[in-house]
């Protein structure tokens, strides 16, 4: 009895010393911080992105701050440097943080029942351009380096699928945004953008199509890439494994109440968020391969 009570009065006085919070296997914060990259307006996606983080916070019982990067090496840096502790990343840039940072993916998004995108190529429909072959000397608006719908998975396909080098066969610029793209063709500024697209709800002229409703006829598709996986949420290295699965099913839940899913298809068209793993994105590891010599 004596031995029980000396056990019990033992394993009292390391919950007195050590709160739970210490005992955790990794970092709880007091604060976290979510982040992305806008696909659109950052002043819009603000709008969106401060209450998706007030419905986290209040499942979470922890305050959660927003970071909205600039571009998406911005977010991949932040993920690193633990600026930011959960980031809704494009595949390219999420496979850097995880590759990069030990970044750990948690959910895919899901848009409509699709697990997965495509790259568009749009053209203005009066350009008379209609293939691929005639894109040869033209001025070509991507996103960003590291955006794999607007940048990477298009640049390998002219490359393999049409033998177009966009670095010496033509006249490339970074708009940084899908939007930019977007509005860079529609104004007749460049030949052809790279823009998100290829599945039901997933169309990149929607980016401006509020401010411009005629961009549907103004600008036409000239083709897509081959599938591509959905962005998708990671953590940063070193939280909690408790407060991640916490964070995932949080996350969950929120997509599918009116309230939660009406921001996250006004952030990025996700109707939903689904569990998924690193080796989702090896097809976008392999692609990403091809600029390690460029």
Not at 195 to 221: L, N
């Amino acid at each position: 009895m004596k031995q029980a009570l000396i056990k019990l009065l033992t394993f009292a006085l390391i919950f007195t010393l050590f709160p739970l919070s210490a005992l955790a296997q990794g970092e709880v914060p007091a604060r976290l911080v979510l982040g992305m990259v806008p696909s659109r307006e950052a002043e819009r996606i603000v709008d969106s992105l401060d209450p998706l983080a007030k419905l986290l916070s209040e499942r979470l019982l922890i305050p959660v701050d927003t970071f909205v990067s600039t571009n998406f090496t911005g977010l991949v840096e932040a993920i690193g440097t633990g600026r930011v502790d959960i980031g809704f990343f494009g595949p390219a840039s999420m496979v850097q943080a995880i590759d990069r940072h030990g970044a750990k993916p948690i959910l895919a998004s899901v848009r409509r029942g699709f697990s997965y995108f495509k790259s568009q190529f749009n053209v203005r429909c009066d350009s008379g351009i209609t293939s691929f072959e005639q894109l040869r000397g033209r001025t070509i608006a991507f996103v960003d380096p590291a955006s794999t719908s607007g940048f990477q998975f298009p640049f390998v396909f002219l490359l393999e699928e049409h033998g177009i080098d966009a670095d010496t066969d033509m006249q490339a610029i970074f708009a940084g945004s899908h939007d930019a793209a977007m509005l860079a063709v529609y104004n007749g500024d460049v030949d052809v953008a790279t823009t998100f697209g290829g599945t039901p709800g997933s169309d990149g002229r929607t980016t401006i199509a509020r401010d411009f409703p005629d961009v549907m006829e103004r600008v036409c598709i000239l083709g897509y890439t081959g599938p591509i996986p959905n962005d998708g949420t990671v953590v940063r290295a070193g939280l909690d494994e408790e407060l991640v699965q916490q964070i995932t099913q949080a996350l969950i839940e929120i997509a599918q109440t009116e309230e939660g899913q009406a921001l996250t298809q006004e952030l990025f068209n996700v109707t939903s968020f689904a569990p998924v793993t690193s080796e989702a994105y090896d097809i976008v590891r392999a692609v990403s391969r091809v600029f390690e010599d460029r």
